[in-house]
């Protein structure tokens, strides 16, 4: 092997074990009060954040959708699909703006620390109108009931939820923004502490002038 085809066979075998780790993580969801039982936290975003700062985007994708056929394969879904599919989606919802961001500050700490920040809200919007649009009424058919008899249903956990824009202002962005914060903030300081104990190569640092990471 040359120089690229042993960091590509590194990156390749990384990118596997943390798919892996991913999928383990995605399986281990648990519900929070308050929150409609299709809403559950995990913490299967972490690897993939890693993966898209040691390796880049490539690797993070990778990560995502390798997690939700592990999911699929060893738990199934309780949510008729519908919450894999959205974690499909929420894929370009989350690696674009961060490595967009990332690269356009010079892949410094606080470039990664602010194309974070930036991608919360970002992911957290858009995700409402997916919510609205499409994984909702998804769901409501799947189970054979109408929308707004979902929404009754979680009402009972959350009796200020009435119709769909409060299930979205109670329900959709409390929720992303504690599973998505939690994800991200772990994510980052994972892979910070993991590099500098060299079990991931350094990505990025304060030093402006540090090169790019090199794409999956």
Request: net charge positive; glycine share 4%.
């Amino acid at each position: 092997f040359n120089m690229k085809q042993k960091w590509s066979m590194r990156v390749f075998v990384s990118t596997a074990m943390l798919a892996a780790l991913a999928g383990v993580l995605m399986s281990m969801e648990f519900s929070i009060p308050m929150m409609p039982m299709f809403y559950k936290i995990d913490f299967s975003d972490v690897p993939s954040v890693i993966a898209l700062f040691a390796f880049g985007p490539l690797s993070a994708i990778v990560v995502e959708i390798i997690k939700v056929l592990i999911k699929l394969i060893t738990v199934g879904s309780n949510t008729a699909y519908v919450g894999e599919f959205a974690n499909l989606i929420g894929i370009v919802l989350y690696i674009v703006p961060i490595w967009f961001i990332f690269q356009k500050m010079k892949y410094t700490k606080k470039a990664a620390r602010v194309s974070l920040a930036v991608s919360l809200p970002v992911r957290i919007a858009v995700s409402c109108c997916i919510n609205a649009f499409i994984t909702l009424p998804l769901y409501a058919k799947a189970i054979n009931l109408p929308l707004n008899q979902v929404i009754q249903t979680v009402a009972k956990m959350n009796p200020s939820i009435t119709n769909l824009f409060t299930f979205i202002v109670l329900a959709t962005v409390p929720f992303n923004l504690i599973k998505v914060g939690l994800n991200y903030i772990i994510g980052y300081i994972l892979y910070d502490r993991l590099a500098a104990v060299h079990i991931f190569e350094r990505r990025f640092s304060d030093d402006k002038k540090l090169q790019g990471p090199d794409q999956a």
